[in-house]
């Protein structure tokens, strides 16, 4: 799986590389409301937290480019248990390439695939954290569907959602008990 990934990109930003007029680069930064859905979520809420990171765009025409990103992003969920509240925290760096459609001047509309690996998950509350790394798969992987607007300085903005597409859970009863991250993001960026 990892390397029909590395081959995919390799192929995408070869064959980018190659039609490309300009290629830019930038940086983001912005909110995240995070949640994770599927089975046994009913009482858990979204948690608000942030990502940043590193972008490039590589314009094929005047109205479609690539934009392949690296992103820290801090995701998971929270809940409300007998007047304790806890945090599930679960924090991905995260590999989303968005294809933008630029359908009036600077606006766009967005999709693309997203790799995240994880680097922590956490459960905290009243004080005290647990190390749950060991029950959260190490890769997950998302599909995104955003929209930007790009001013001719270089300042953006983009609203971007993340639907989960794989079971995050893992342990003994990953195969019954099947989550998914789901991520809206509100974000600032610019372009050097």
Do not use: W
């Not at 300009?22 to 858990?44: I, M, P, Q, R």
């Not at 630029?102 to 190390?131: H, I, N, W």
């Amino acid at each position: 799986m990892k390397k029909l990934l590395l081959c995919t990109a390799m192929v995408v930003f070869g064959l980018a590389s190659m039609f490309a007029q300009e290629v830019k680069f930038g940086a983001k930064a912005g909110l995240n409301l995070a949640s994770v859905t599927g089975d046994e979520t009913d009482g858990l809420d979204s948690r608000t937290s942030f990502h940043l990171g590193l972008l490039g765009e590589i314009v094929i025409s005047d109205k479609f480019s690539l934009q392949p990103e690296l992103l820290y992003s801090s995701q998971g969920a929270k809940e409300s248990f007998e007047g304790i509240d806890i945090d599930l925290k679960l924090d991905y760096i995260n590999l989303p390439i968005m294809a933008k459609f630029y359908v009036a001047d600077g606006f766009s509309l967005e999709l693309g695939p997203q790799l995240g690996f994880l680097m922590s998950a956490k459960v905290e509350g009243e004080g005290e954290s647990e190390d749950i790394k060991d029950f959260v798969k190490g890769i997950d992987f998302g599909a995104n569907f955003g929209v930007g607007y790009k001013l001719e300085s270089g300042l953006n903005f983009g609203a971007r959602y993340n639907l989960g597409l794989s079971n995050i859970n893992d342990g003994e009863d990953a195969d019954q008990i099947k989550n998914q991250n789901s991520v809206i993001q509100i974000s600032i960026g610019y372009f050097f």
